[in-house]
């Protein structure tokens, strides 16, 4: 049975940094795709970036590029999202979700985590 458990999500002020990890169990690491997804009150949920666990192919979306980096530690089944430059929009809870492929495009994704809150405020 998947299983994903994020963690490290808090409040920071704007500017600052954070990272998201997100333990994966249940599945064999290597034929997944892992992602990020983000969802604000009163807002859609919002992809953020993606990596194939077999080949480390990373994508982001626009609104992630040049600020949030998504990394692996397959020894670890662990995948993290490193958020810098923080800003008060990126308020949300923000989730890991895992599906059975070697590509993040067109992917559906089956198994999410509780997802962990980030608040950017002063």
């Known amino acids: 049975q998947v299983q994903l458990v994020e963690s490290g999500g808090g409040l920071v002020q704007p500017g600052g940094s954070l990272r998201l990890s997100c333990a994966a169990s249940g599945f064999t690491l290597d034929h997944y795709v ?4 983000r969802q604000a009150p009163r807002k859609e949920r ?22 949030f980096t998504i990394s692996k ?3 670890q089944n ?16 923000y989730y890991c979700a895992a599906e059975s492929s070697h ?20």
């Not at 919002?46 to 600020?67: F, N, P, Q, V």
């Open 78 to 93: 662990t995948v993290y999202l490193q958020m810098n430059s923080l800003k008060p929009e990126d308020t949300a809870v």
């Open 46 to 67: 919002e992809g953020l970036s993606c990596i194939s666990m077999r080949d480390g192919s990373t994508y982001y979306a626009d609104s992630a590029k040049g600020r």
């Open 73 to 75: 530690d397959s020894a």
């Open 34 to 37: 892992i992602a990020w997804f």
């Open 103 to 122: 590509d993040c495009r067109g992917v559906d994704f089956g198994s999410w985590g509780q997802g962990t809150q980030v608040t950017v405020s002063s």
